[in-house]
Nanobody, 120 residues
Framework: VQLQASGGGWVQSGGSLRLSCAGS???????????VGWFRQAPGKEREAVAA????????YYADSAKGRFTISRDNTKNTMYLQTNSLNPEDTAVYYC???????????WGQGTLVTVSS
């Protein structure tokens, strides 16, 4: 299973980016049976959870730092999830990683990360 994160880049403070994470596998694998989420790791800091969404998309979680600014979504027909990030500030600068957790917690997959840089 591979998770391919994309959409990162450089943006000025107050700007927006839309991150994507596409799942694929050479063997049978069902994206919709996995809860997915975004984590981030800033230089010199520990990786932290940003947002998550349930298998069906009905339930979401946001870290306090993301509430009101970020929106997580998923399209199970495309095996892809998204993170719309708005009102970015320099504290959001980090490598953003996507993660997929099988519904029974038996498997965890991580993407390679995409760098978001916000300048003041």
């Amino acid at each position: 299973v591979q998770l391919q994160a994309s959409g990162g880049g450089w943006v000025q403070s107050g700007g927006s980016l839309r991150l994507s994470c596409a799942g694929s596998s050479a063997s049978p694998w069902t994206f919709e049976t996995h809860a997915v989420g975004w984590f981030r790791q800033a230089p010199g800091k520990e990786r932290e959870a940003v947002a998550a969404i349930s298998c069906s998309g009905r339930n979401t979680y946001y870290a306090d730092s993301a509430k009101g600014r970020f929106t997580i979504s998923r399209d199970n027909t495309k095996n892809t999830m998204y993170l719309q990030t708005n009102s970015l500030n320099p504290e959001d600068t980090a490598v953003y990683y996507c993660k997929a957790l099988r519904w029974d917690r038996s498997y965890v997959y991580w993407g390679q990360g995409t760098l978001v840089t916000v300048s003041s």
